[in-house]
């Protein structure tokens, strides 16, 4: 059981038409803090499930509660506040000429005092590491680092919970690291992560749970060890599983667990196995 | 309001018919909707359209438009009635506020116009695939090839541009901007947060189709097809048809025929 639920997913169904649905029945339970990955190949619904969770989609049946508020009832721009919800495409939502007026430009619907407005601006640069960039003009910042820009016009509303669509794609390797280690430490500041992805070696490295979706219903949920052990089942989805969890599950007729997620893993276990035999 | 205006892919008769027949109707519809400006003779005009709309099996597609035209249209008749004050009183609204016949009539005539001449130009984009419109206006009708682009490309991108909107509604309630709300002046407040992203959107967009169509040649030289389009035998039978329609209204209504006399 989770002990503190943010989002709570109930007989969640979302219909085109009588016949087509893109979710089916889905029951979810996200606890305060976690750190998710939703997964699945494209078209599996992930995008239609995450802007339920913070009302941008309204169930065609079944609910989803937001800290005990069905997102039914409230606005989008007031469960902003609860849920904070980073699109794929950062462009959409740039119009300011400076970084930092386009930070805070959510924050002038709230009515706060300017030094509160100044502090939570500081805080969200501190937080995706734009500090130095406070008074850039985003169009000239690269792809990635206007990513980071669209995350912290999230942030400085304080929103409990983040869902970040495919956050790294477009990116290179060094920007995506920068990108991920930000989500990870607003992880551990309490941060509740909902992080969609199809990039499985993200998910090993830095998610603690992984929702599977396919075809709009749950494939598979538990913990990233777990889940990259049923490999079976993982196949059906096209997702490309990392190299070394492949290997370990190979390796498991020689008596080696199904459920590693590193090299240093592998290597001990190997060691034990070879020990073992000796 | 939302607009199909997309090609929608089918077999029907209509579909197969050369761009050129289908211009050739829809300027002849439109010729007929100018030309007539009683409510009878526009009516029989628009279930004409309506018809051809079902044989070309996009109908359906139609009907949020057709409900937006129609709203259009008693709008139009709304406005007849305040305005226009001879001619034969039907009812009172108030004493001061007399509903005529003449009116109604004009107010019917033009919704009706405007209905036949829009749909009729919808039924054309949406059984016509993109490029042989193009293919068409610049190979059979001769203009510019420039100039159908930037037509062509304009109303292929409205779709587009809907969507996008969508987009960036989305992105910036999602930030605590509040869209969604039903007062009016915080909406007018929050159009900046949706116009200037969409413009800035928009120019990527324009400048990305432009280098695409520079890489693949474009403007290098006198343009060729790989298919050419050949009239059959119900395509001339559809222009001869409309052509001898067209004359024979005009005919009609220099004898007197199809006018209302207001
Ligand atoms: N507005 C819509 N109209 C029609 N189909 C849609 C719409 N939104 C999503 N879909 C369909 O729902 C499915 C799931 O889409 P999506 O949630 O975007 O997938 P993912 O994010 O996992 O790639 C897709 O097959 C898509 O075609
Ligand atoms: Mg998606």
């Known amino acids: ?278 | 309001m939302t607009v199909a205006n997309e090609y929608i892919p089918g077999n029907s008769p209509i579909h197969s018919m050369t761009p050129l027949a289908k211009i050739i109707w829809t300027s002849v519809v439109m010729i007929l909707a100018l030309l007539f400006n009683h409510p009878l003779y526009l009516l029989a005009l628009f279930f004409s359209v309506l018809l051809v709309a079902k044989i070309a099996g996009v109908l359906k597609v139609l009907i949020s438009t057709l409900k937006s035209l129609f709203l259009f249209s008693l709008i139009l008749i709304l406005l007849q009635v305040l305005f226009t004050k001879e001619g034969e009183v039907i009812f009172y609204i108030t004493e001061y506020l007399p509903v005529t016949k003449n009116a109604v009539y004009l107010g019917t005539a033009m919704g009706l116009r405007m209905m036949a001449a829009v749909l009729s130009f919808l039924i054309f984009l949406l059984t016509t695939r993109f490029k042989d419109i193009i293919q068409t206006l610049t190979n059979n009708l001769k203009l510019p090839i420039d100039y159908v682009f930037i037509f062509m490309t304009a109303l292929r991108f409205i779709p587009t541009f809907l969507n996008e909107i969508k987009q960036v509604k989305e992105a910036q309630s999602c930030r605590g901007c509040s869209l969604d709300g039903w007062n009016p002046l915080v909406k007018i407040k929050a159009y900046a947060a949706v116009a200037l992203p969409l413009v800035l959107v928009s120019l990527q967009k324009a400048d990305k189709l432009a280098m695409a169509m520079e890489t693949r040649g474009c403007g290098s030289g006198p343009r060729t097809c790989y298919r050419e389009q050949k009239m059959s035998a119900a395509d001339l039978s559809l222009v001869f048809i409309s052509i001898l329609l067209a004359v024979f209204a005009v005919l009609a209504r220099l004898n007197g025929y199809g006018t209302y006399q207001y």
């Open chain 1, 1 to 278: 059981m989770i002990s503190n639920p943010i989002i709570q997913v109930k007989d969640l169904c979302q219909n085109l038409d009588e016949n087509h649905f893109i979710l089916n029945k889905i029951n979810l339970t996200i606890g305060s803090g976690e750190f998710l990955a939703l997964v699945g190949q494209n078209g599996a619904g992930k995008t239609t499930l995450a802007k339920h969770f913070n009302g941008l989609l309204k169930p065609t049946s079944g609910k989803v509660l937001v800290d005990n508020l069905n997102t039914k009832y409230v606005k989008v721009s007031e469960l902003a506040q609860k849920v904070g919800y980073v699109f794929q495409n950062p462009d959409h939502q740039i119009f300011h000429n400076s970084v930092e007026k386009e930070i805070s430009f959510g924050l002038k619907y709230l009515n706060l005092p300017a030094e509160e407005v100044k502090r939570r601006t500081d805080d969200a640069l501190k937080a995706v590491g734009l500090v130095d960039y406070r008074y850039a003009h985003p169009y000239s910042l690269s792809r990635g680092q206007r990513q980071r820009v669209a995350l912290a016009s999230v942030l400085v509303l304080k929103p409990n919970v983040l869902v970040l669509d495919e956050p790294t794609t477009g990116l290179d390797y060094r920007e995506s690291m920068q990108i991920m280690n930000m989500i990870r430490s607003l992880n551990n500041q309490g941060h509740t992560i909902i992080m969609i992805t199809h990039d499985m070696s993200l998910v090993s490295t830095f998610a603690k749970r992984v929702v599977v979706l396919n075809k709009g219903e749950i494939l598979l949920d538990g913990p990233v060890r777990e889940v990259l052990s049923h490999q079976e089942i993982l196949s059906e989805t096209f997702l490309e599983i990392p190299p070394i969890s492949r290997l370990a599950d190979k390796l498991s007729v020689i008596g080696i667990p199904k459920n590693l997620l590193t090299v240093e893993e592998v290597y001990r276990a190997l060691c034990d196995v070879r020990g073992a035999e000796k």
